[in-house]
């Protein structure tokens, strides 16, 4: 892992113009800016960062790799620790005793596995529902289209708590294209409202186009270049 972690000192300076952005943002869509969570990404970044951010009154962090996060975990064990990377089934047990939400539930496969995995342990895990919402062959996730249908699926499970909806943007500096993006994910989360349990969370948003998504309705933003100065 490359430790690309900056000093204390420049992580808060950092993390006050991110609150800014995110304040700025939600009142320009006429939203409180508490309606935002910040959710704090930690890939390539040490335990001493994390710490830092916890200190700082930040409480969510996202990791994509199971082995990358064990550190930091350790570091910060009261954090709501997220999984926000693509998740392998034969990696479901190794993430279990440590999520709090898995946020890349891909495909209704993946949410059979980790709910038989969960219900086995007692467990109920709350889950998102990751959204394609840009045509990129990279991209994981349910079409937009077929996202209802597999949202009523999943609700059904047992061992998991759908909360809502995720989405990554296209890998563009085109901002229009952006924001249809977000927009696609805005709407098929109101469209959402009608089924049970409806959804309350959007997840969209990183440190390039935060304010985009809050403008179209993210509730939670996945912040980590931003937080390092890079």
């Not at 997220?82 to 190794?94: P, R, S, T, Y």
Request: aromatic share 4%.
């Amino acid at each position: 892992m490359r430790d690309m972690s900056p000093a204390a000192s420049d992580v808060a300076e950092n993390l006050a113009r991110v609150r800014e952005r995110i304040d700025q943002a939600a009142r320009r869509a006429g939203r409180l800016p508490e309606t935002v969570t910040l959710l704090a990404v930690t890939k390539g970044l040490g335990p001493d960062v994390v710490q830092t951010l916890w200190r700082l009154g930040l409480h969510d962090f996202g990791e994509s790799r199971v082995q990358e996060a064990l550190p930091k975990i350790a570091a910060a064990p009261a954090a709501r620790w997220h999984l926000i990377g693509h998740l392998q089934e034969n990696k479901i047990n190794k993430v279990l005793p440590w999520v709090c939400m898995i946020q890349s539930v891909d495909s209704y496969a993946l949410a059979q596995a980790i709910s038989a995995r969960a219900a086995k342990q007692s467990r109920t895990v709350p889950i998102l529902l990751e959204v394609k919402t840009s045509a990129e062959p990279a991209k994981h996730g349910f079409d937009p289209e077929s996202a209802p249908e597999a949202y009523a699926a999943v609700a059904e499970l047992d061992g998991v708590s759908l909360q809502g909806l995720m989405t990554i943007g296209p890998l563009t500096d085109d901002r229009a294209r952006l924001r249809r993006s977000f927009r696609t994910l805005r709407q098929l989360f109101e469209r959402l409202q009608a089924f049970q349990p409806p959804p309350r969370i959007v997840s969209m948003g990183m440190s390039a186009d935060l304010e985009l998504a809050i403008e179209e309705g993210s509730t939670m933003v996945r912040v980590g270049r931003a937080l390092v100065g890079a």
